[in-house]
């Protein structure tokens, strides 16, 4: 015979002799690194399938609104569209032009105004004033007052017209506020 010990007790204590608990313990840690593995895919599966779902309904959308704008579309509208734009741009810019050109007249007749203005204040300045021509203007206009430069009331009579408007003149309103209301009345 060739072996001399019983087979099942040699296979017994060589099952004895190997220390398969680390192997053991190594497969389960690999069966549990394998089944974490395999869920962490799953979830990126499931998460990239949401995102391409979501993403092809988008296209879907995007691509029915390309396909009724592009239908809706018509380049002679467009076009119509963009030549009344223009011509109005035209039409704007030349307004603007015209009213800069009389800006500048105005500002060129307001200029000789003030120098006018100037002339008479210099005119008037030098002029001998009497007291009767400080109770009555020439523009129609005649104060009454208790003392000189005290006045309580004017009135501007208008020949054209045949007219008088009595204006009560009171202190607590500027001089600017009556000079405003006598051109008013003229």
């Known amino acids: 015979m060739l072996l ?18 680390p192997d053991r313990s190594a497969l389960t840690r ?3 690194s394998l089944t974490t593995l395999s869920q962490s895919r799953d979830l990126r599966l499931q998460g990239a399938s949401s995102s391409l779902k ?10 029915q609104q390309h396909t009724l704008n592009t239908s809706s579309h018509n380049p002679t509208d ?5 030549l009344a734009l223009d011509t109005q741009k035209f039409k704007v810019a030349k307004e603007a032009s ?12 307001l200029s000789g105004l003030e ?7 210099k005119q008037n300045s030098q002029k001998e004033v009497s007291p009767d021509d400080e109770q009555e203007i020439s523009l ?4 009454e007052g208790e003392r000189e430069g005290d006045f309580k009331r004017a009135v501007i009579r208008s020949s054209p017209r045949g007219d008088a408007k009595i204006i009560d003149i009171d202190p607590k309103f500027s001089k600017n506020y009556y000079v405003n209301q006598f051109w008013q009345a003229m």
Do not use: T
């Open 4 to 21: 001399d010990d019983d087979p099942a007790a040699l296979i017994h204590q060589c099952i004895g002799n190997f220390n398969i608990a």
């Open 30 to 32: 690999i069966d549990e």
């Open 54 to 63: 979501r993403l092809s309904r988008q296209l879907q959308n995007l691509e």
């Open 78 to 82: 467009h076009a119509a569209q963009i």
């Open 98 to 109: 015209d009213l800069e050109i009389e800006g500048e007249r105005l500002e060129s007749e």
């Open 115 to 121: 120098a006018q203005l100037k002339d008479l204040e």
């Open 140 to 143: 129609g206009v005649e104060l």
